[in-house]
Structure formats: structure tokens, C-alpha cells
């Protein structure tokens, strides 16, 4: 296959995750492997761009539930395909994740959303469903040599099990070796400070910013202060744009939304906490206007 078939072959497998078209995936992934492209690069230049960008249509609510879990399906299809080549190969994972709802919380749509983008990222994903006892994240991550354990609760009532797991996992002498971080619609980063975990996203696309941040794995630390300040001001600039316009309407509910998003994943990639916060009380006091 000619170089330019290859990145032909790399832009339709990118558009086929964007469409959820996992037949597609399947067969230009294997048609990428025939033709001698190793399964990194169909993973690096091929698939995980296509699900950055179905990240973003996601964060700008372009995309919702349904269609990142259809994308996510297609995603699986192809790494289910690379998997076997990328073990067989020794391709080192950026990183290892043990991923669960905690117990008592059967809600895994966003933990699965969170589970899959961190597989599009790079990194070896153990997921333990839902209802994860804490003992069960010490011995997936123990079993797996984990550096991340990843808990999701949705409910108010469940997310007191997040503090049972931190507590379990220094119990079991884990607490050097494995970062603790958490997400879900009722948890916040103030909540994740007072339960010392090591970090917190409020989306799929931040949790992944995160997780490389806490292993070291972002670039060095001039970009990851500069992917950071970025976020920061193209979240300002989102603020900006939306107090222009009429409180109410969609396209003042959408500029802060994407505002908050964007302010999230400043947040994740590290950025000065003073600011962030400031940011989001003038987000805040914004909506405040809608009502
Ligand atoms: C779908 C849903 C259900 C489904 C779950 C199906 C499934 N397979 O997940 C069903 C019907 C089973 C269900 C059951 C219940 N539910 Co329910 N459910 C919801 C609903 C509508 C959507 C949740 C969702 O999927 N959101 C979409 C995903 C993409 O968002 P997300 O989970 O927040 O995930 C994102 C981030 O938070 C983050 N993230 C998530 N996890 C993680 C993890 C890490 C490590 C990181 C970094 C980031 C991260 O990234 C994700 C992707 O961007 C919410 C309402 C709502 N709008 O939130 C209620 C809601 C969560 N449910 C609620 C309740 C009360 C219940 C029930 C108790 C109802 C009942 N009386 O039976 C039961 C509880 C069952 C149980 N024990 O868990 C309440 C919770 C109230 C509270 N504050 O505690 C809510 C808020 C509805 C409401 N307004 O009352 N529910």
C-alpha cells in the first residue's frame, strides 16, 4: 500500500469511529494489518484521533450518550482486532487503570464512556463493572500491577464508598504506587480533596488529561502548563462570547457549557487552582442569570 493509501486508510478508520460504524472499523482495520501498518500506528494515527474527536463532540454537546457509546462500541471493535498484536509485540501501555462504579451503584454509563477513552488513549484498562467492592479494586489493582484506580459513583449515597476504597488501598501498602481518582455527577474536586484522592474529572476527555498528568505522560512540563493555560483561555474566551448573548436562549446555555468544560479540563491538565476556581464562580454567577 502506498504511503498516501495508508493515511487514506488512517482518515476513513478515524471517521468510521466519529459514524459508530464498527463494521467498517473492522474490516480497514484488518485491511491496515494485511498491508503490513503496525497496530500502534493504526491505534496512534488511526483510531485515536477519530475518538478525540468524538471526545469533543461530547464535551461541545454536539454528541450524546447514545452516539459516544455507539462510537465506543466501534472502538472496541478494532482494539479487540489489536489487543492480542499489541500483547504479542510488548508495545508498553502509557499506563495501567483499574476502573469501577463503587459499591452500591449500579450507574456505569459514564464509567464506561471514562473506560474507553482511556483504552483509546493507550492505557491497559481493568474494568470491574459495577457495585466494586473496595477489596475487589485492591485485588484488580494488585493483580494487575495498576498505577490508577479510577472509582465512579453517581449517587450521593454511594460516594462515601470512594473514601472506603482510598482507605483500602493504603491499607493494603498500594498508596506509593497507585493514584486514586474519581468522577461522577455528584462528586466535585472539593470532595476529592477532602477524601484525599489524587485527583478528579468532570468528563471523559479531562479524566484522560488527568490520568497522563499523574503518571508523567503528558509531554513534559512546559506543555502540559501550556496545554493547561490554553484550556484556561479558550475557556475565558468561550465566557466572554456567551455573556454576550440573552440569557435563556440555547446559545448562552451552550457558550457556558463549553465554558465549564473547557475550565474542567484546565483543571485536569493542572492549571493554577486560584484561577480555575475564580473562573468557575463567574461561569456560576452567569447561569445564575438564566434563572
Ligand atoms: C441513567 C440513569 C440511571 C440508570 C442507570 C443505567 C446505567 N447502566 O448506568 C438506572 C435506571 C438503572 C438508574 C437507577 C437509579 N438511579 Co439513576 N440516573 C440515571 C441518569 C438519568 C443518567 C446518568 C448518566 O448515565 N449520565 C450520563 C453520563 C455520561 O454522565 P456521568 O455518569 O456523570 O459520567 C461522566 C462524568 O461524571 C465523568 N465520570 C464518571 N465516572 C467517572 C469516573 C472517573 C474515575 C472519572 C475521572 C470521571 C468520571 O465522566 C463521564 C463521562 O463524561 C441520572 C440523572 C443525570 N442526569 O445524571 C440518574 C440519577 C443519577 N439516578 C438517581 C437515582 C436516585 C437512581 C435510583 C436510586 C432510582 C431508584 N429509586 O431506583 C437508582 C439507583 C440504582 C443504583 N443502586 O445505582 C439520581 C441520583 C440522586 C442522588 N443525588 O443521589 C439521579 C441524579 C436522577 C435524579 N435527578 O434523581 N439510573
Known sequence: MSRFDVDQAFKDLGNAIIRGDAGTVDATVRQCLETGVSASDIINDGMIPGMDVVGELFRTNQYYVPEVLISARAMKAGMAILRPILAESGVEPVGKVVIGTVRGDLHDIGKNLVAMMLEGAGFDVHDTGIDTHPDEYVQTATANGA????????????????RNTIEAVEAAGLADQVHCIIGGAPVTQRYADEIGA?????????????????????????????????????????????????PGTASHADGLMEAEGLTEQARAAGYNPTHIDRLMAEIEREKAREA
Request: charged residues 20%; negative net charge; glycine residues 8%.
Open 198 to 246: 489524587d485527583g478528579y474529572a468532570a468528563d471523559a476527555a479531562s479524566a484522560v488529561i488527568l490520568a497522563k498528568r499523574l503518571l508523567g505522560v503528558l509531554g513534559d512540563t512546559q506543555d502540559l502548563e501550556e496545554a493547561g493555560r490554553s484550556f484556561y483561555l479558550q475557556a475565558r474566551d468561550a465566557l466572554q462570547v456567551a455573556v454576550r448573548e440573552e
Open 147 to 162: 498505577n490508577i484506580v479510577g472509582m465512579s459513583a453517581l449517587l450521593t449515597t454511594t460516594m462515601t464508598n470512594m
